[in-house]
């Protein structure tokens, strides 16, 4: 790490702390030539790659956007699509891939934003997966009804673990 002030090649790392959501560490460094002190924050880089071959790095705020039109008009706040936000980002950093595909970052929001709200849920996933005919959306819609007879989703899998359950619809590998 080049010291800003002097531009000296190397620091010494004098402390270091996750930040308060723990997606990044800070380290306040030192200089040892110029002995001036200087904060860097490191965060573990998250690339997704597009249908079309193109990588660009993971954006939650491009998430919270996507999710919000499939939202347009029904009662969800932005503090829900927020908390939506980062559960899907935590979801694909917890696969330890350090580059996804739009197709497993969809497949990410699909079972935080069916909790949130069916109609999104539908609305989102129509394109998500493509629907073409009214038979997908009654095919959908069935296989929603089968999940609530069952119980909420994330419930009764036998998932115990760290980070956030993401239930994936069975059809949505397709």
Not at 71 to 88: F, M, N, S, W
């Amino acid at each position: 790490m080049h010291c800003p002030f002097c531009r000296h090649p190397d620091s010494r790392v004098v402390d270091s702390r996750t930040t308060d959501d723990g997606t990044a560490i800070r380290r306040r460094r030192q200089c040892p030539d110029c002995s001036r002190r200087f904060t860097t924050i490191e965060t573990a880089s998250l690339m997704v790659i597009k249908r079309s071959g193109v990588t660009e790095p993971f954006s939650r705020n491009k998430v919270i956007a996507g999710v919000r039109k499939a939202c347009q008009g029904r009662p969800v706040t932005e503090d829900a699509l927020a908390k939506l936000g980062q559960r899907v980002e935590e979801a694909v950093r917890a696969t330890g891939s350090a580059e996804l595909t739009t197709h497993d970052v969809g497949l990410a929001i699909l079972g935080p934003l069916q909790e949130l709200d069916l109609v999104a849920y539908l609305r989102f996933a129509s394109v998500y997966r493509a629907f073409d005919s009214l038979e997908d959306f009654e095919a959908a819609i069935t296989e929603l009804r089968e999940q609530r007879e069952q119980g909420p989703p994330g419930q009764d899998h036998g998932s115990e673990g760290e980070g956030p359950a993401v239930p994936v619809p069975a059809t949505a590998a397709d």
